[in-house]
């Protein structure tokens, strides 16, 4: 099956700072990704959809100046979490469609902790 | 998507088959039945979907009633690298992959050993 990788896989930064997550399909295109983010014991939350080539579209309470979303290629998004603070401490994952959008494939996730 | 209903736990015995029960019945004729599982600490994986007809692959059976309102997820051999939050999605696949997945609750399956 397909692959998504993601990267790091946990990040400890300090209240303020920026953290980049990148989300790579390494054996197929993949023109629309995914972000979700997963809070302890909770279900995961589709936080956008990042298309390559344009403006990523936010789902209805995420702030889309605080989490900046570039597909700048059809094999690499990228979520950076700007001025990042201890709410933001969350479990972050990236989805791709395969060929065919009948199947989506998840990176391993990123686990965020802001101090 | 329609919207499903699962138990919010379930145990099962290891190496016995674990099934996992899932009701949607407000699905309409063109939203395929998908299961994913997740371990914790991981990203979900998926394991398999159908529109009307029972599929079997290498990790699971899907059974889906007549009717479509209701489905199982069947892990033939249970065991313990099985215990997960088990997902239960009904998506409508005509958006060509332009539409992400939604996640409800899930089951928590334990494999008992």
């Known amino acids: 099956g397909a692959v998504v990788s993601q990267h790091p896989s946990w990040v400890i930064c300090k209240s303020g700072t920026s953290v980049k997550i990148e989300c790579r399909s390494l054996?197929?295109?993949?023109?629309?990704m995914f972000w979700y983010r997963q809070f302890p014991k909770q279900s995961l939350m589709l936080m956008a959809t990042?298309?390559?080539?344009?403006?990523?579209?936010?789902e209805q309470g995420v702030e889309k100046d605080k989490f900046l979303i570039n597909h700048a290629s059809l094999t690499l998004s990228t979520l950076t979490v700007t001025s990042a603070h201890p709410e933001d401490s969350s479990f972050y994952i990236c989805?791709?469609?395969?060929?065919?959008?009948?199947?989506?494939?998840f990176g391993s996730g990123t686990q965020l902790s802001v101090l | 998507d329609a919207k499903t209903t699962q138990p919010p736990s379930m145990d099962c015995a290891e190496g016995r088959a674990a099934n996992l029960p899932c009701n949607h019945s407000?699905?309409?004729?063109?939203?395929?039945v998908y299961w994913y599982r997740q371990i914790h600490s991981q990203g979900p994986q998926y394991i398999i979907h159908?529109?009307?007809n029972n599929e079997t692959n290498e990790m699971a059976s899907l059974i889906i009633t007549e009717d479509r309102k209701s489905s199982t997820l069947i892990l033939p051999h249970a065991t313990l690298r099985d215990t997960a939050v088990y997902y239960c999605?009904?998506?409508?696949?005509?958006?060509?992959?332009?539409?992400?997945?939604?996640f409800g609750k899930g089951t928590h399956l334990i494999i008992q050993p």
């Open positions: 989805s791709a469609h395969g060929q065919g959008g009948f199947r989506l494939f």
């Open positions: 054996d197929f295109q993949a023109t629309t």
């Open positions: 990042s298309n390559e080539g344009s403006k990523a579209t936010y």
């Open positions: 407000t699905i309409s004729g063109n939203e395929y």
């Open positions: 159908g529109l009307k």
């Open positions: 999605i009904v998506r409508d696949n005509s958006g060509g992959g332009a539409d992400g997945l939604t």
